[in-house]
C-alpha cells in the first residue's frame, strides 16, 4: 500500500477520474485525494443523455444520482468518500518539475496551485467543431456534456420545433435521431460518408439499419456534405445548404460529426502524444512521466486482436470506468494491468437493437487477415415462440485458421447478448469452432437449439471447409448494376415469392421441392445465384446443383431478409 497521506490530484470528474479516485480511497484511506472538474457535474452518466432528450429518461439530474437517488455532488464525494471536489474549475497548467496544478476557478477566477504525489488526467475528449458557416447561430447544438442535454431539453421544453438535421452519423447522430423523431421532428441526417455508423457496421449492415431508419421517417442522406449553415433575421438555424446547393430546411441543427482526445494540457506538460494523436500510456495506463497515469477518452488502447494501438473515436464509458479502476489501483502500489479493447458496442435505433464487437471486414482486410465472413438472418429465440424475432448477424473469420474476428448484430431481436457472447469468445482467442461449441443455454423462450451465433459460425465453417459458396448481397447488386448475365434462382414458395420478391428479370422461381425435377430449366453455361428467405435453402438448392453437375454455383448469403436494396411487397 502506499505511503500513508501521498497526494493524489484528478482532473477530470466524469468517469475515468471519479472512479479511479473512489478505487484509489478504497485501497488507501489515508490518501489526500482531490478532483478537478471544468463543468458543473460531475460522476454522471452520459450515456444516458439521449435518453433525456427523447423523454424516456425524464429528468437530466438522475443522470448524476446513484441507485438509490443520492445525488454524486461534491458533497457525496466528500462525506461519503473524503474526496474533495472542484467543480468548475479549469486545470491550466501541470508543473512536473515543482509537481503542481496550476487550476482557475471559472467563476472567480480565483488562481491555485495544488501539489500532487500522483496525477491523474482524466480530460476525456472534445467535439470535432467542422469548418462551417453559421456554427455560431441559435438553435445549432451539440450533444457532449451533462449541460448540452439539459439546454436541449430546456429548448425542446419551451417552443416548438419541426425540423432537426443531424449531421453525422455516428452513435450520438443516430440515437438523436430517435429522441427527436419522438419529440414529433421532421429529422434529417446528412452523412458524408457512403453508409451510417461508418467506424462499426460494414455497408451491408448499415444499409440494413437504413432501411428501418428510413422506415421509422427519418431522412437518411449519403453521400452528401453540409457546406453552410443559414438562419433566419433573429439569429435563429433555419436550414443547412448542401455542396450541392440544396437547402434542407431546419429549426434545429445538431453537429454530431465526432470526436478527439482532449491532450492540450498533457502536450502542454511534455508527455509523450502517441501517433494516434492521444496521450501514449503502457499497460498500467501510466504515461512517459512514472507519476503520471491517465484514461478514458484521451489515452491510446491497445485493440487485442491486432496488438496495435487504436483511438476509438466515440465516447465508451466501458473502458473509461474500466481505466479508473486500473488506475485507482495502481497510483495507490497495485500492478494491475489494461489489456486494450475489442471495441464492443451496442446502441438501440428504435425497433432495432445494433452491436459490435472486434474487427468489421474492412478493419479485418486493413489488418492483412485472409478474410472469410457470414451473413445470417435468424430468429433470437424458437420460431414457433411467439414473441420470437430476427436479427441479422454478420461474422467475420480468418480463412487460413479459422480464428474468430468480429460480430455485427442488427434487427429487433436480441442481438446484444450475442454481441456479448462473441466478445468474450474473442477475448479467450476463440476459433470459430470453439465458438459453436460452446455450451450455451436452450429453452424456446431464448434461444434456438443451435443458437444464431452459433449457426453463424457453423456457416463460416462451411465455407472455409469448401462446402458453402456464397456471394455477398453486395457483390450480387455489383453485377446487377454492371449487367452481368446470370441466372439468379429463388428457391422459396410461390407463397412467399408473392409475399415479397426482387424484381428483375434474371430472377427465376423454382420451389426448392421441385428443384431437382427442374434441372433441365436451368443453363448449364451460366453462373448461377440461388437465394431463399434467409439462405438456408439456399445453400441446400447450390449443393444440389452442384450435385446434378452444375459447376459455377454460389448462394446469396443472408437471402432475401439480408437484401439491404428494394423489393416488391404485397
Not at 498500467?284 to 483511438?311: F, H, M, R
Amino acid at each position: 500500500m502506499a505511503t500513508a497521506g501521498q497526494r493524489i490530484v484528478v482532473i477530470g470528474g466524469v468517469a475515468t477520474g471519479p472512479k479511479a479516485a473512489a478505487r484509489a480511497r478504497r485501497r488507501d484511506p489515508h490518501a489526500e485525494i482531490t478532483i478537478i472538474e471544468k463543468g458543473r457535474f460531475i460522476s454522471y452518466a452520459g450515456c444516458g443523455m439521449p435518453y433525456c432528450v427523447s423523454e424516456e429518461i425524464s429528468d437530466c439530474y438522475s443522470l448524476t444520482h446513484t441507485p438509490v437517488g443520492v445525488p454524486r455532488d461534491a458533497a457525496y464525494f466528500r462525506n461519503v468518500k473524503d474526496i474533495n471536489v472542484l467543480t468548475q474549475t479549469l486545470a491550466v497548467r501541470i508543473d512536473r518539475q515543482a509537481r503542481q496544478i496550476e487550476t482557475v476557478n471559472i467563476e472567480t477566477q480565483e488562481h491555485r496551485l495544488i501539489p500532487y504525489d500522483k496525477l491523474v488526467i482524466a480530460t476525456g475528449s472534445t467535439p470535432v467543431v467542422p469548418p462551417i458557416e453559421g456554427m455560431n447561430l441559435k438553435r445549432v447544438i451539440r450533444l457532449n456534456q451533462l449541460e448540452d442535454a439539459i439546454n436541449v431539453c430546456d429548448l425542446l421544453g419551451s417552443c416548438t420545433l419541426e425540423r432537426a438535421v443531424i449531421i453525422g452519423s455516428g452513435y450520438i447522430g443516430i440515437e438523436m435521431a430517435e429522441a427527436f423523431t419522438r419529440r414529433h421532428m421532421q429529422v434529417t441526417i446528412v452523412e458524408m460518408l457512403p453508409h451510417i455508423l461508418p467506424r462499426m457496421l460494414d455497408p451491408e449492415m448499415a444499409s440494413f439499419l437504413t432501411k428501418h431508419l428510413r422506415a421509422k421517417g427519418v431522412t437518411v442522406r449519403l453521400n452528401e456534405q453540409v457546406k453552410k449553415i443559414v438562419g433566419d433575421d433573429q439569429g435563429n438555424v433555419s436550414g443547412v445548404v448542401l455542396a450541392s446547393g440544396e437547402t434542407i430546411p431546419a429549426s434545429l441543427v445538431l453537429v454530431a460529426v465526432g470526436v478527439r482526445p482532449n491532450i492540450k494540457l498533457a502536450q502542454d506538460a511534455g508527455l509523450k502524444i502517441g501517433t494516434t494523436g492521444a496521450i501514449a500510456v503502457n499497460e498500467y495506463l501510466q504515461t512517459s512521466d512514472p507519476d503520471i497515469y491517465a484514461g478514458g477518452d484521451c489515452v491510446e488502447n491497445v485493440e487485442l486482436l491486432t496488438g496495435k494501438k487504436i483511438y476509438v473515436y466515440v465516447p465508451l464509458g466501458s473502458t473509461a470506468n474500466k481505466h479508473g479502476r486500473v488506475i485507482g489501483d495502481n497510483i495507490t502500489g497495485g500492478q494491475t494491468t489494461f489489456p486494450g479493447i475489442l471495441v464492443t458496442s451496442v446502441l438501440r435505433v428504435f425497433d432495432y437493437n445494433v452491436g459490435k464487437t472486434g474487427l468489421n471486414e474492412h478493419e479485418a482486410r486493413a489488418n492483412g487477415f485472409d478474410v472469410v465472413t457470414a451473413l445470417n438472418p435468424s430468429p433470437d429465440s424458437a420460431h414457433y415462440w411467439p414473441t420470437s424475432k430476427s436479427v441479422l448477424m454478420k461474422m467475420v473469420a480468418d480463412r487460413a485458421t479459422g480464428r474468430l474476428l468480429g460480430v455485427q448484430a442488427v434487427g429487433p431481436g436480441d442481438g446484444v447478448k450475442r454481441v456479448d457472447v462473441a466478445a468474450t469468445a474473442l477475448t479467450c482467442g476463440a476459433d470459430v469452432k470453439h465458438l459453436a461449441d460452446i455450451d450455451l443455454a436452450y429453452a424456446p423462450p431464448y434461444a434456438t437449439a443451435i443458437d444464431l451465433i452459433q449457426h453463424t459460425a457453423n456457416i463460416i465453417r462451411n465455407k472455409i471447409d469448401g462446402l458453402a459458396k456464397s456471394i455477398t448481397p453486395l457483390e450480387v447488386k455489383e453485377k446487377l448494376d454492371r449487367g452481368d448475365d446470370f441466372v439468379w434462382l429463388d428457391v422459396r414458395s410461390p407463397a412467399e415469392y408473392e409475399q415479397m420478391r426482387i424484381e428483375d428479370p434474371r430472377v427465376k422461381l423454382i420451389p426448392l421441392g421441385m428443384l431437382r425435377r427442374r434441372l433441365n430449366e436451368l443453363p448449364r453455361d451460366k453462373e448461377i445465384i440461388t437465394f431463399c428467405k434467409i439462405s438456408l435453402r439456399g445453400y441446400e438448392a447450390q449443393t444440389i446443383l452442384e450435385g446434378a453437375g452444375f459447376t459455377n454455383v454460389k448462394f446469396m448469403d443472408g437471402g432475401i431478409v439480408a437484401w439491404p436494396y428494394d423489393v416488391v411487397t404485397a
